[in-house]
């Protein structure tokens, strides 16, 4: 039973260039969530799908990210014309679609780190 | 490779209770270890723990890690019913690397 596989673990890229970063969630999950974590800092939240569809971007910066998650294929975090400050790791983590009242119970990937030069 | 170990996978208690949340790891060139509580939406982050022996406090809430053996505690005392959460262990490396533990699932029962 894999769990959730993110690639590639590590990714750099030049000033302008896109980076895209694939996550494949756990067997039978439906749900895909994107973390950003910064050096020395926690995690921080991006954003929340389920398949085709955007739950909650609320922590998305606005401007060069997007995120989708297709009903077939990995979920991908696209980050374009990507600057100094966009090095980072980026986490993935899924989740079985949620119960009422339950927990939000997710199993995280082990990381994509993104170097911009 | 890297593994964190989250003990125990669940627990009930009762309001006012102490509890202890376990975490140990394996990892190359350990830099820090963190400590997040996970409810609806996002983990929050609780604790950032870098040097042996030192707790760290917040309200109920408290942390300490041990380099030697490989492992860290979070103590919550008086438990509340809004203590009910996943509380989440991770470790960084030097290298930038995290690695998080499965969890731990607390319940606080009135």
């Known amino acids: 039973n894999a769990g959730v596989m993110q690639n590639p673990r590590h990714l750099v890229r030049r000033r302008g260039q896109e980076a895209r970063l694939r996550c494949s969630p756990m067997?039978?999950?439906?749900?895909v969530y994107w973390y950003r974590q910064l050096p020395e800092e926690g995690l921080k939240f991006m954003v929340y799908l389920q398949k085709e569809n955007i739950i909650d971007e609320s922590g998305m910066p606005k401007e060069r990210f997007s995120a989708e998650f297709p009903k077939e294929g990995p979920s991908i975090l696209r980050i374009q014309q990507v600057v100094r400050g966009d090095s980072a790791a980026y986490f993935c983590?899924?989740?079985?679609?949620?119960?009422?009242?339950?927990?939000?119970?997710?199993?995280f990937g082990p990381g994509t780190r993104l170097t911009v030069l | 490779e890297d593994k964190v170990v989250q003990s125990p996978l669940s627990l009930v208690v009762h309001e006012g209770d102490t509890v202890t949340l376990n975490c140990s790891y394996e990892?190359?060139?350990?830099?820090?270890l963190l400590w997040y509580k996970q409810e609806k939406k996002a983990p929050t982050f609780l604790f950032m723990l870098?040097?042996?022996?030192i707790e760290k406090k917040s309200g109920r809430l408290s942390s300490i890690l041990d380099k030697k053996e490989l492992f860290s505690i979070l103590n919550i005392t008086a438990t509340q019913t809004g203590d009910s959460a996943i509380y989440l262990c991770?470790?960084?490396?030097?290298?930038?690397?995290?690695?998080f533990g499965d969890g731990t699932t607390l319940t606080v029962k009135p």
């Open positions: 067997k039978g999950h439906s749900h």
């Open positions: 870098t040097s042996s022996g």
């Open positions: 983590a899924s989740s079985r679609r949620l119960a009422p009242g339950s927990y939000n119970e997710q199993f």
């Open positions: 991770a470790v960084t490396t030097n290298a930038g690397k995290s690695t």
């Open positions: 990892v190359t060139n350990f830099r820090s």
